[in-house]
């Protein structure tokens, strides 16, 4: 699994963004931090058809352009869909690329949305949706044991949106942001608690807490988001298409 350094970014700006509406704050954040059982994951695999990297590397063309009508074009026209809180928030008056328009404010050139698609279509990774058949949805969940993450997160008090998960072996965790800053823990191939700041220290590293308990700094290609939102695709006679999205998208 190639880490994806641009859809990291653009959703940490957009949890970013939401952050004081929740009233979440730095000092809460690390007044919460404590050890845990860390549950082990299994990456993601890379989707193994050309068509659909044919499809991803034009979208991620298009978003880097802000070029809405190129979007358009490899959109569904009809059947969109929009999960959000588990209902269907697509409009059945709007066309596809409306929908996802209004999913990641595309209407603005300066959003973090356009970002937000740049880096899902770099995603190599997909999975089948257990809710819409012949979808494959982006980023794909890494494999894990479900009823060791539940414990996890009653253990904690906290939610699958407080986690992300590691992308490779042996993670330094450092004291700050820097590369040469000093080494306290090391990650391994496991899911990662990570802690939210109101405002950021640093574009390239994120704060986290250890399974020990201890808080540091990783870069931020290096853990995935968890229980994010994800594009979703279809495949009909004219070829791949985006088909829908899961989750709240971007705060309007």
């Known amino acids: 699994m190639k880490p994806n350094k641009v859809l990291t970014a653009a959703l940490l700006a957009a949890a970013a963004f939401v952050l004081p509406a929740h009233g979440q704050t730095a000092p809460k954040a690390a007044a919460q931090a404590a050890p845990y ?8 695999v890379d989707m193994a058809d050309a068509t659909f990297t044919t499809l991803r590397n034009q ?6 352009k802000r070029d809405a009508q190129a979007v358009a074009r490899l959109v569904v026209g009809g059947g969109f869909f929009w999960e959000r809180d588990r209902t269907d928030a697509a409009s059945k008056r709007r066309s596809g690329y409306e929908n996802l328009a209004a999913a990641l404010g595309l209407s603005s050139k300066d959003s973090v949305g356009w970002d937000m698609l740049m880096g899902f279509a770099d995603d190599s990774s997909a999975s089948a949706s257990p809710r819409h058949k012949g979808a494959v949805c982006a980023p794909a969940e890494p494999g894990y044991d479900v009823a060791a993450f539940d414990k996890m997160l009653k253990a904690t008090a906290t939610s699958a ?8 072996n042996n993670i330094d965790v450092r004291t700050a942001p820097g590369n040469s800053t000093p080494v306290i823990d090391k990650l391994g191939l496991q899911f990662v608690r990570v802690l ?12 986290i807490v250890t399974p020990a308990g201890k808080t540091g700094y990783v870069s931020i290609d290096v853990i995935a988001p968890f229980g994010g939102d994800q594009i979703c695709y279809v495949k009909d006679a004219s070829g791949w298409k985006v ?6 998208g971007e705060p309007q």
């Open 37 to 44: 059982k860390p549950v082990t994951i299994t990456l993601p």
């Open 59 to 64: 979208l991620a063309e298009a978003a880097r």
């Open 161 to 168: 949106g407080d986690w992300g998960y590691a992308v490779k």
């Open 196 to 207: 939210p700041e109101a405002k950021a220290v640093s574009p390239v590293f994120q704060r």
């Open 243 to 248: 088909g829908g999205y899961i989750g709240a």
